[in-house]
């Protein structure tokens, strides 16, 4: 079992930065491949952005692409995802998910967070 627990949500104006942290506990997080996800209300969960165990390999989604940083620090079993120039469509709920495969899909993450609201205002 891994435990994932997501912070550093908040409400914030468009063109502000925010950086979001997920702590894991439980099994070796060094192990799992991390992604970041969002849900805005009436829609899908989407993927955000997803890192490679080593830290190496990044994927991001389009809409996200050259604003979002994803990083982490398996010496703090923690992953990080840095949003700057954030616009009122990125206000969603922010969430966390482990996995054996850097995916950019739903389907390869096992474990997941219970989120943290991100909001954006005009």
């Known amino acids: 079992q891994v435990q994932l627990v997501e912070s550093g949500g908040g409400l914030v104006q468009a063109g502000a930065s925010l950086r979001l942290s997920c702590a894991a506990s439980?099994?070796?997080?060094?192990?799992?491949?991390m992604g970041w996800f969002r849900q805005a209300p009436g829609k899908e969960r989407e993927f955000v952005a997803t890192?490679?165990?080593?830290?190496?390999?990044?994927v991001y989604a389009d809409s996200v692409k050259g604003r979002f940083t994803i990083s982490r620090e398996n010496a703090k079993n923690t992953v990080y995802l840095q949003m700057n120039s954030l616009r009122p469509e990125d206000a969603a709920v922010y969430y966390c998910?482990?996995?054996?495969?850097?995916?950019?899909?739903?389907?390869?993450?096992?474990?997941w967070g219970q989120g943290t609201q991100v909001t954006v205002s005009s």
């Open positions: 998910a482990a996995g054996p495969l850097w995916l950019p899909s739903i389907r390869g993450y096992t474990y």
């Open positions: 439980g099994r070796a997080f060094r192990n799992y491949a």
């Open positions: 890192i490679s165990q080593s830290a190496s390999n990044t």
